[in-house]
């Protein structure tokens, strides 16, 4: 349960979370759900993206442009 823990987690999910339920009130019931379930999709992949980004800036990997070319 590290995710309750995790300020990623709950600055993202927020906003997802009022996409989706906007996206299935709004929208026909036929395409509703789907719609509903691609922004869960899509919150899941933004936030272990970010989560990876912030694990190589934390561990230093990021900035080590001289590695190209010469």
């Given at each position: 349960?590290?995710?309750l823990k995790?300020?990623l987690?709950w600055?993202?999910?927020p906003?997802?979370l009022i996409?989706?339920?906007?996206l299935i009130?709004?929208?026909?019931v036929?395409s509703?759900?789907?719609c509903?379930?691609g922004v869960?999709?899509?919150?899941?992949?933004v936030y272990?993206?970010?989560?990876?980004n912030?694990?190589?800036?934390?561990?230093?990997?990021?900035g080590?442009h001289?590695?190209?070319g010469?």
């Amino acid at each position: 349960m590290s995710h309750l823990k995790n300020k990623l987690y709950w600055m993202l999910m927020p906003p997802f979370l009022i996409a989706a339920m906007s996206l299935i009130y709004f929208l026909p019931v036929e395409s509703a759900a789907f719609c509903g379930i691609g922004v869960v999709i899509l919150f899941w992949v933004v936030y272990y993206r970010l989560r990876k980004n912030q694990t190589k800036k934390a561990n230093g990997k990021e900035g080590d442009h001289d590695s190209y070319g010469s």
